[in-house]
Protein backbone atom coordinates (compact mmCIF):
# COMPACT_ATOMS: atom_id res chain seq x y z
CA UNK A 1 0.00 0.00 0.00
CA UNK A 2 1.11 3.61 -0.90
CA UNK A 3 2.21 6.20 1.88
CA UNK A 4 -0.54 8.00 0.19
CA UNK A 5 -2.97 5.21 0.89
CA UNK A 6 -2.01 4.56 4.24
CA UNK A 7 -2.12 8.23 5.74
CA UNK A 8 -5.79 8.26 4.46
CA UNK A 9 -7.11 5.16 6.01
CA UNK A 10 -4.83 6.08 9.29
CA UNK A 11 -6.77 9.75 9.33
CA UNK A 12 -10.17 7.92 9.02
CA UNK A 13 -9.82 5.17 11.71
CA UNK A 14 -8.65 8.29 13.97
CA UNK A 15 -11.39 10.69 13.14
CA UNK A 16 -14.28 8.37 13.58
CA UNK A 17 -12.81 6.48 16.47
CA UNK A 18 -11.44 9.98 18.44
CA UNK A 19 -13.72 12.74 16.28
CA UNK A 20 -11.75 14.66 13.63
CA UNK A 21 -11.67 17.68 15.96
CA UNK A 22 -9.21 15.99 18.25
CA UNK A 23 -6.62 14.97 15.92
CA UNK A 24 -4.00 16.74 14.30
CA UNK A 25 -1.69 16.10 11.20
CA UNK A 26 0.81 15.27 13.95
CA UNK A 27 -1.25 12.21 15.68
CA UNK A 28 -1.51 10.55 11.78
CA UNK A 29 2.13 11.17 11.32
CA UNK A 30 3.29 9.82 14.86
CA UNK A 31 0.13 6.90 14.55
CA UNK A 32 2.07 5.77 11.42
CA UNK A 33 5.89 5.98 12.54
CA UNK A 34 6.31 8.71 9.49
CA UNK A 35 7.57 12.32 9.84
CA UNK A 36 5.24 15.36 10.06
CA UNK A 37 7.17 15.99 6.92
CA UNK A 38 6.50 12.75 5.18
CA UNK A 39 2.91 13.39 5.83
CA UNK A 40 2.94 16.85 4.59
CA UNK A 41 4.67 15.81 1.42
CA UNK A 42 1.26 13.93 0.67
CA UNK A 43 -1.39 16.34 1.84
CA UNK A 44 -1.12 19.89 3.09
CA UNK A 45 -2.46 19.49 6.29
CA UNK A 46 -5.77 18.32 7.77
CA UNK A 47 -7.93 20.18 4.95
CA UNK A 48 -6.16 18.01 2.11
CA UNK A 49 -6.79 14.80 3.88
CA UNK A 50 -10.66 15.90 4.66
CA UNK A 51 -11.40 16.55 1.40
CA UNK A 52 -9.90 13.14 0.18
CA UNK A 53 -11.62 11.19 2.19
CA UNK A 54 -15.05 13.10 0.97
CA UNK A 55 -13.94 11.77 -2.27
CA UNK A 56 -13.72 8.07 -1.40
CA UNK A 57 -16.47 8.85 0.01
CA UNK A 58 -18.11 9.26 -3.16
CA UNK A 59 -16.94 7.06 -4.87
CA UNK A 60 -18.23 4.16 -2.48
CA UNK A 61 -21.67 5.53 -2.25
CA UNK A 62 -21.61 6.35 -5.55
CA UNK A 63 -21.37 2.26 -6.42
CA UNK A 64 -23.71 1.37 -3.32
CA UNK A 65 -26.53 3.66 -4.47
CA UNK A 66 -26.97 1.71 -7.75
CA UNK A 67 -30.70 1.18 -8.68
CA UNK A 68 -29.74 -2.15 -10.43
CA UNK A 69 -31.73 -5.42 -9.67
CA UNK A 70 -33.06 -3.10 -6.74
CA UNK A 71 -36.48 -3.35 -7.88
CA UNK A 72 -36.45 -6.69 -7.64
CA UNK A 73 -35.20 -8.12 -4.43
CA UNK A 74 -36.56 -10.27 -2.13
CA UNK A 75 -37.72 -9.68 1.44
CA UNK A 76 -34.32 -11.07 3.32
CA UNK A 77 -31.78 -9.25 0.67
CA UNK A 78 -33.94 -5.77 1.57
CA UNK A 79 -32.53 -6.25 5.21
CA UNK A 80 -29.08 -7.02 4.25
CA UNK A 81 -29.18 -4.09 1.47
CA UNK A 82 -30.01 -1.80 4.45
CA UNK A 83 -27.00 -3.27 6.25
CA UNK A 84 -25.06 -2.43 3.51
CA UNK A 85 -26.03 1.08 3.50
CA UNK A 86 -25.75 0.95 7.36
CA UNK A 87 -22.10 -0.57 6.61
CA UNK A 88 -21.30 2.18 3.69
CA UNK A 89 -22.10 4.97 6.32
CA UNK A 90 -20.70 4.09 8.97
CA UNK A 91 -17.00 3.47 7.65
CA UNK A 92 -17.38 7.79 7.04
CA UNK A 93 -19.22 7.80 10.06
CA UNK A 94 -17.42 11.14 11.66
CA UNK A 95 -18.11 13.15 8.37
CA UNK A 96 -22.11 12.62 9.93
CA UNK A 97 -20.97 13.79 13.32
CA UNK A 98 -21.27 17.37 14.05
CA UNK A 99 -22.05 18.31 10.55
CA UNK A 100 -22.46 22.17 11.30
CA UNK A 101 -19.03 22.51 12.95
CA UNK A 102 -17.16 20.41 9.59
CA UNK A 103 -19.30 22.29 7.43
CA UNK A 104 -17.96 25.68 9.40
CA UNK A 105 -13.95 23.72 8.99
CA UNK A 106 -14.18 22.30 5.64
CA UNK A 107 -16.86 24.10 3.53
CA UNK A 108 -15.64 22.21 0.30
CA UNK A 109 -17.17 19.09 1.85
CA UNK A 110 -20.41 20.02 2.54
CA UNK A 111 -21.66 20.33 -1.24
CA UNK A 112 -20.36 16.51 -1.76
CA UNK A 113 -22.19 15.11 1.39
CA UNK A 114 -25.29 17.13 0.82
CA UNK A 115 -25.28 15.12 -2.71
CA UNK A 116 -24.59 11.41 -1.02
CA UNK A 117 -27.59 12.59 1.48
CA UNK A 118 -29.86 13.65 -1.30
CA UNK A 119 -29.16 10.37 -2.91
CA UNK A 120 -29.49 8.03 -0.59
CA UNK A 121 -33.31 9.46 0.33
CA UNK A 122 -33.53 8.64 -3.38
CA UNK A 123 -32.40 5.58 -3.42
CA UNK A 124 -35.05 5.05 -0.35
CA UNK A 125 -37.71 6.16 -1.82
CA UNK A 126 -37.10 3.90 -4.93
CA UNK A 127 -36.92 1.48 -3.18
CA UNK A 128 -40.23 1.85 -1.22
CA UNK A 129 -41.85 2.60 -4.20
CA UNK A 130 -41.03 -0.47 -5.78
CA UNK A 131 -42.50 -2.80 -3.25
CA UNK A 132 -45.42 -0.59 -2.77
CA UNK A 133 -46.13 -1.16 -6.64
CA UNK A 134 -45.59 -5.12 -5.92
CA UNK A 135 -47.76 -4.83 -3.09
CA UNK A 136 -44.84 -5.88 -0.84
CA UNK A 137 -44.54 -3.10 1.39
CA UNK A 138 -48.08 -1.96 2.84
CA UNK A 139 -47.55 1.82 3.04
CA UNK A 140 -49.20 4.95 1.63
CA UNK A 141 -47.20 7.21 -0.39
CA UNK A 142 -47.29 9.67 2.89
CA UNK A 143 -46.22 6.47 4.92
CA UNK A 144 -43.19 5.98 2.38
CA UNK A 145 -42.00 9.56 2.51
CA UNK A 146 -41.49 9.64 6.38
CA UNK A 147 -40.22 5.82 6.18
CA UNK A 148 -37.13 7.47 3.80
CA UNK A 149 -37.08 10.15 6.44
CA UNK A 150 -36.64 7.76 9.52
CA UNK A 151 -34.69 5.41 7.93
CA UNK A 152 -32.08 7.94 5.93
CA UNK A 153 -31.74 9.25 9.92
CA UNK A 154 -31.19 5.86 11.19
CA UNK A 155 -28.11 5.39 8.81
CA UNK A 156 -26.69 8.52 9.26
CA UNK A 157 -27.49 9.27 12.51
CA UNK A 158 -27.62 6.01 14.84
CA UNK A 159 -23.96 5.64 15.12
CA UNK A 160 -23.23 8.74 17.04
CA UNK A 161 -26.42 7.90 18.97
CA UNK A 162 -25.19 4.60 20.21
CA UNK A 163 -21.56 6.31 21.32
CA UNK A 164 -23.43 8.79 23.31
CA UNK A 165 -25.78 6.37 25.20
CA UNK A 166 -23.66 3.69 25.40
CA UNK A 167 -20.63 1.35 25.00
CA UNK A 168 -21.23 -0.85 21.84
CA UNK A 169 -18.45 -1.48 19.61
CA UNK A 170 -18.38 -0.68 15.44
CA UNK A 171 -20.09 -4.16 14.94
CA UNK A 172 -22.84 -3.68 17.03
CA UNK A 173 -23.58 -0.11 16.50
CA UNK A 174 -24.18 -1.21 12.70
CA UNK A 175 -26.59 -4.12 14.06
CA UNK A 176 -28.24 -2.09 15.98
CA UNK A 177 -29.01 0.58 12.88
CA UNK A 178 -30.16 -2.32 11.08
CA UNK A 179 -32.69 -3.55 13.93
CA UNK A 180 -33.85 -0.08 14.35
CA UNK A 181 -34.82 -0.14 10.64
CA UNK A 182 -36.39 -3.25 10.48
CA UNK A 183 -38.21 -2.98 13.46
CA UNK A 184 -40.33 0.29 11.04
CA UNK A 185 -40.17 -2.05 8.20
CA UNK A 186 -40.80 -5.57 8.66
CA UNK A 187 -44.89 -4.86 9.87
CA UNK A 188 -45.14 -3.49 6.94
CA UNK A 189 -43.85 -6.23 4.33
CA UNK A 190 -46.84 -8.42 3.11
CA UNK A 191 -45.22 -11.92 4.44
CA UNK A 192 -46.32 -14.13 6.29
CA UNK A 193 -45.87 -14.44 9.73
CA UNK A 194 -43.76 -17.65 9.90
CA UNK A 195 -41.55 -15.30 7.26
CA UNK A 196 -41.39 -12.48 9.39
CA UNK A 197 -40.63 -14.85 11.81
CA UNK A 198 -37.80 -16.27 9.87
CA UNK A 199 -36.64 -12.89 8.97
CA UNK A 200 -36.29 -11.92 12.69
CA UNK A 201 -34.79 -15.15 13.41
CA UNK A 202 -32.22 -14.13 11.09
CA UNK A 203 -31.59 -10.83 12.05
CA UNK A 204 -31.22 -12.01 15.80
CA UNK A 205 -28.93 -14.48 14.90
CA UNK A 206 -25.71 -13.62 15.95
CA UNK A 207 -24.46 -15.43 12.72
CA UNK A 208 -25.72 -12.74 11.00
CA UNK A 209 -22.77 -10.03 10.36
CA UNK A 210 -20.87 -13.02 8.56
CA UNK A 211 -24.18 -13.62 6.69
CA UNK A 212 -24.26 -9.77 5.25
CA UNK A 213 -20.85 -10.45 4.50
CA UNK A 214 -20.97 -13.30 2.70
CA UNK A 215 -23.75 -12.19 0.26
CA UNK A 216 -23.28 -12.46 -3.28
CA UNK A 217 -26.56 -11.38 -4.38
CA UNK A 218 -25.24 -7.31 -4.59
CA UNK A 219 -22.99 -6.08 -6.51
CA UNK A 220 -23.66 -2.47 -5.47
CA UNK A 221 -20.15 -2.38 -3.69
Same mark, same amino acid.
Given at each position: ???????????????????? #?????????????????????????????? #?????????????????????????????????????????????????????????????????????? #??????????????????????????????????????????????????????????????????????????????????? #??????????????????
Amino acid at each position: MKTAQKILLTALTLFNEHGE #NTVTSVDIALELDISPGNLYYHFKGKDSIV #NALMKMHEQQMHKVLNRDKLDTLHPEEIMYYLFLLVDSIHVFRFFYRSPADLAEKYPTIVRPRQHILTNL #NKQLAFLFDALAQQETLIATKSDRSLLVDLISLIITQSCQFDELNSHMDSAMQRYHALSLMMVSVLPRLALSDEQKKQLSQLL #NSHDFMRSAANQPQFDFA
